[in-house]
């Protein structure tokens, strides 16, 4: 079974750094993407970061663009997203997602973690 596991989320305050990660049950290489989406209360899911990694390239939201990065360690099974520079704006519950090829596309998302970032 395919899963997600996020972790690293809590209360940091304005300008602080925070890192997620997300555990998978398969190896990170597995997934054509893989990566983190984030929902603000009474807003829409937005991209924050995301891995291709048919093309071994990354992909940012720009409101998050020069303060997050996202990596991943293959050993681990990890991805993980450092942040930096937080903003009280980045307040919302981060999703792990990813996407897989099985004769179909398949995706799958973490139960989320929330960060809260105080002014």
């Known amino acids: 079974q395919v899963q997600l596991e996020e972790s690293g989320g809590g209360l940091v305050q304005s300008g602080g750094s925070l890192r997620l990660s997300c555990a998978a049950s398969l190896s990170i290489d597995s997934f054509f993407a893989i990566g983190w989406y984030r929902q603000a209360p009474g807003r829409q899911r937005e991209l924050v970061a995301i891995i291709d990694t048919g093309r071994s390239s990354t992909d940012y939201g720009e409101s998050v663009k020069g303060r997050f990065t996202i990596s991943r360690d293959n050993a681990k099974k990890t991805v993980y997203l450092q942040m930096n520079s937080l903003k009280p704006e980045d307040t919302a519950v981060y999703y792990c997602?990813?996407?897989?090829?099985?004769?179909?596309?398949?995706?799958?998302w973490g139960q989320g973690t929330r960060v809260t970032v105080s002014s």
């Open positions: 997602n990813a996407r897989y090829w099985t004769g179909s596309t398949n995706e799958i």
